[in-house]
Nanobody, 126 residues
Framework: QVQLAESGGGSVQAGGSLRLSCAVS????????MGWFRQAPGKEREGVAAIDSDGNTVYADSVKDRFTISHDSAENTLYLQMNGLTPEDTAMYYC????????????????????WGQGTKVTVSS
């Protein structure tokens, strides 16, 4: 069974940075696309960024030029570097993986991802 575990969330002031990590087990980055999603209170879960096995990335317009997704196969870890955080970035952040969906599909819809972590909370204060 694929397992995903996020960490790195916390509270920061606007303009600050955080790096989220997602430790993965029981699958290979070569076989899956992975993505970061977020869900703010009262809002739908939305795709933030995704990456495929070749390293191709897709970002939501709201985070382009601020967030960077990457993965380290040796460490079995997916990352999301978040810079220039704003209060609008406050949400629960989840990592997810899917074998058949590419990064564009993942960012477009959370229903494209099959495997999910439990989430890590990010709070940005003004």
């Amino acid at each position: 069974q694929v397992q995903l575990a996020e960490s790195g969330g916390g509270s920061v002031q606007a303009g600050g940075s955080l790096r989220l990590s997602c430790a993965v087990s029981r699958f290979s980055f070569n076989s899956f696309s992975m993505g970061w999603f977020r869900q703010a209170p009262g809002k739908e879960r939305e795709g933030v960024a995704a990456i495929d096995s070749d390293g191709n990335t897709v970002y939501a317009d709201s985070v382009k030029d601020r967030f960077t997704i990457s993965h380290d196969s040796a460490e079995n870890t997916l990352y999301l570097q978040m810079n220039g955080l704003t209060p609008e970035d406050t949400a629960m952040y989840y990592c997810a993986a899917d074998r058949g969906s590419g990064p564009a599909a993942l960012v477009r819809s959370h229903s494209a991802a099959r495997f999910w972590g439990q989430g890590t909370k990010v709070t940005v204060s003004s």
